[in-house]
Structure formats: C-alpha cells, structure tokens
C-alpha cells in the first residue's frame, strides 16, 4: 500500500488529492492547520487516513510532521501543497513577512525534514518529494514579488536537495509541479484570472505528476507555453512587460 503525506490539506488541491488518493487505496497523513476540514476525508475513510494540525510555520512543525509519519507507518511520498501568497504592489511589510515565512521557512523546514526522513530510511524503495511550486517562479512579478521570489526559493532549493542527494547517495525523487491559476481560497473571487483550472482539473493532473514521478511539471498544457515563453525573454525586456490581473 502506498503511504503519503500531504502537508496543506484542509482545502484547494491537498484537500481533493488526499480524497482522491484514499478512495484509490493508499495511506494519506494529512496535515493543516485546520483540523475540521481534513476530518471529513478521515471519516469518510477511517482505515485509510489519519490526519494532524500542523503549522509549518510553528517551531514544532517538523516533529508534528514526523509523528504524522509514524501514525501512517511510514512515507513514500511527501506532497507540499501548503503556501500563500497576494497581489502585491504596495509591497506591505506584514504580507512580505507572511508570505516568506510561510513559502520559504515553512517550506523548507517541512522539506528538509523529509529529506532527512528519506536519508534515514529510503534504500530499496525510492522515496519521492513532491512540491507545488507556480509558474510565478519562471520569472519575477513584480505585483506579486513575494510570492514570486517565494516559488522561485521552492524551486531552488528542491534543485540544491536533488544534488545533495546525489552526493550523499540518498535514494529520493523530486517532483516540482508549477500550475498556473487554480480557483482556490488563495484567489481574490473579485478579480478575474487568465486559464484558470477547478481544484478537480488541477488535482487530476497533480496526481498524474506523482504516480509518474515527473520531474517537472507544469500545469496544465496552455501555462506549459506562456511559461516556456517567459522563459525565453531576457531581463532587459522583461522589465517592461506589465504582468496585471484585474
């Protein structure tokens, strides 16, 4: 039986791909800081899921994380789905610190201490890190700079793990999975987003990213080429271009 642990899962798309996962057989640690949400899917699948409150920004994030670990015998995957992020033009210094605090602290500590886990235990059978990253890391927005950098940090340092793995001879894959606009609570509902996806469109092919152990992937074909063409602009140019969502 596979064992994952999805770490955001109390909404948008951890909320639908534990759901998912658990209906199809597999053993789901699910985490949030809200533990309501995450207690309908244990219901619904009790011999399957065990759920925990975990805030990956709180100083006891990494050894909730391991105890959720422990309560699913074990991982083979862990799915990063926690994050926020906004719109940003004023550059507001609470919602700077928020969102690194969460994007990068957060994520790191959660990571890291995957990592760990993997070095510990992962021989035979491969371990995989997956994270939700955003195509906001192809390149710098600057109405969402926070969040922005924040994705590009994520990116970066699944990149630097993949290294060091290979150094320290650690048997894990990395999965870094970049969707564009997904209608979730993140989302202002006041503003419009161009190719945005449901949480159910989004997830089916955040699941399809983590059964095949995709390197990257982006989501979904339509972000696939405005990403590859961001890509392609210098930043000589790129610093022109208005990126706006009203």
């Known amino acids: 039986m596979k064992k994952i642990v999805i770490v955001g899962a109390s909404s948008g798309i951890g909320f ?3 759901a998912d996962f658990a209906r199809a057989g597999w053993r789901v640690g699910m985490a949030a800081r809200r533990l309501e949400p995450m207690q309908a899917i244990k ?3 009790p011999d399957h899921v065990e759920i925990a409150s975990i805030d990956v920004t709180a ?3 990494p050894q909730r994380f391991a105890d959720l670990i422990e309560a699913i015998d074990g991982m083979d995957t862990l799915l990063f789905c926690s994050g926020t992020g906004f719109t940003d033009p004023e550059l507001d210094d609470a919602r700077i610190v928020n969102t690194l605090e969460v994007n990068v602290v957060g994520f790191a500590r959660i990571v890291a201490e995957a990592y760990k886990y993997f070095r510990a235990t992962a021989s035979v059978e491969q371990g995989q890190i997956a994270v939700i990253t955003s195509v906001a890391a192809t390149k710098g927005l600057g109405i969402a700079a926070s969040y922005s950098a924040s994705k590009r940090f994520q990116v970066q340092f699944i990149n630097s793990l993949e290294q060091l793995a290979y150094t320290q001879q650690v048997n894990v894959a990395f ?3 970049r969707p564009g606009f997904v209608r979730t ?3 202002r ?3 419009s987003y161009p190719m945005i996806m449901s949480v159910a469109e989004a997830a089916k092919l955040v699941e399809r990213a983590v059964v095949a152990r995709k390197r990257v992937a982006v989501i979904d074909s339509r972000w696939r ?3 590859g063409l961001w890509s392609l602009i210098p930043q000589r140019l790129w610093r022109h271009v208005n990126v706006n969502f009203n």
């Open 16 to 18: 639908q791909v534990a």
């Open 225 to 227: 080429i405005v990403a």
């Open 189 to 191: 509902d006041d503003r």
């Open 185 to 187: 609570p993140i989302l």
């Open 175 to 177: 999965t870094d999975i």
């Open 59 to 61: 100083p006891d994030a």
């Open 43 to 45: 219901d619904q699948y």
